[in-house]
């Protein structure tokens, strides 16, 4: 029996989904069974999305349009805008200017950024949050956060610079097999051509500075250049638009990737971290 509780919190965008999805299913003469086989699901669960019982997911959506769109790219318009339901209220416009950044500058103080999370790492880091969410509500944050790694790919190129405290590396969620993988994972992304990953030691405030000491940010360049900072505490956020502010915080970036390790050393430390030193 479908649950009146899920058909209420759907957003417009799934519900949308499942309106499409049964018209075009009718169109083609095809039973939720039949349309089921061919994609690789049970008539069950194809009912399940089209009564909002189980709202549409990300990978249902990929199978709606091989199978339902007909070329027209439908479905794959909507992914985003499921997506976005899915997300904190917060977030979504942030992921939005992500999503088309020519380039990232990236300070991560308390964890692994998100963009550089494995799945087992962000399940454990999600999941770990107070107030607990949902098993259901972890998936969902947990594929919305693997979905946004296409920036790694995407063209044009973003050249996309991490620098994480060490302490975030230092910080375990789930298990010592979850951070090895995690290690290895960021090891791995040090290696892209668009990639740049440096780690602001520990001891960094021994010298008598420590520009990181503030907090994490996020200085992105979208694709009119008009850079422009997101931050991100305790499930509230603000972008950062005035010219004058973002300059302040470039600085302050440029102060935090020179009192950081170099690339090389950087990588070092992750492999040693990673059980894998050379």
């Given amino acids: 029996m479908a649950r009146a509780e899920n058909k209420e919190t759907v957003g417009p965008a799934a519900r949308m989904a499942a309106v499409v999805a049964k018209r075009m299913r009718l169109r083609r003469g095809l039973t939720q069974a039949q349309e089921g086989a061919l994609m690789g699901y049970t008539g069950a669960a194809i009912s399940a999305m089209e009564r909002l019982v189980h709202p549409v997911s990300d990978e249902m959506l990929v199978k709606l349009e091989e199978v339902l769109g007909e070329g027209t790219g439908v479905f ?63 998936e ?60 602001l030691p520990l001891d960094v405030g021994l010298t008598g500075e420590n520009a990181g000491a503030r907090g994490e940010l996020n200085l992105v360049e979208p694709p009119d250049h008009a850079r422009l900072v997101y931050l991100e505490i305790q499930d509230e956020s603000v972008l950062i638009t005035p010219p004058a502010k973002v300059s302040t915080y470039a600085q302050r970036y440029a102060k935090i990737r020179a009192q950081a390790l170099g690339p090389r050393e950087s990588l070092g430390l992750i492999e040693r971290l990673a059980g894998e030193e050379r």
């Fill in 76 to 138: 794959d318009e909507m992914r985003l805008l499921v997506r976005l339901e899915k997300l904190p209220e917060e977030f979504r416009d942030y992921l939005l200017i992500e999503e088309q950044a020519l380039s990232l500058c990236l300070y991560a103080l308390s964890n692994v950024h998100g963009l550089f999370q494995t799945e087992a790492y962000a399940r454990a880091q999600i999941s770990g949050g107070y107030p607990p969410p949902t098993p259901e509500r972890v």
């Fill in 140 to 199: 969902e944050l947990v594929t919305a956060r693997m979905a946004r790694k296409a920036l790694f790919d995407k063209e044009p190129m973003c050249h996309i610079e991490l620098i994480l405290d060490e302490s975030a590396l230092l910080r375990k969620f789930g298990s010592e097999e979850v951070m090895r993988e995690q290690y290895r994972y960021l090891a791995e992304c040090a290696q892209y051509k668009n990639v740049t990953l440096q780690v």
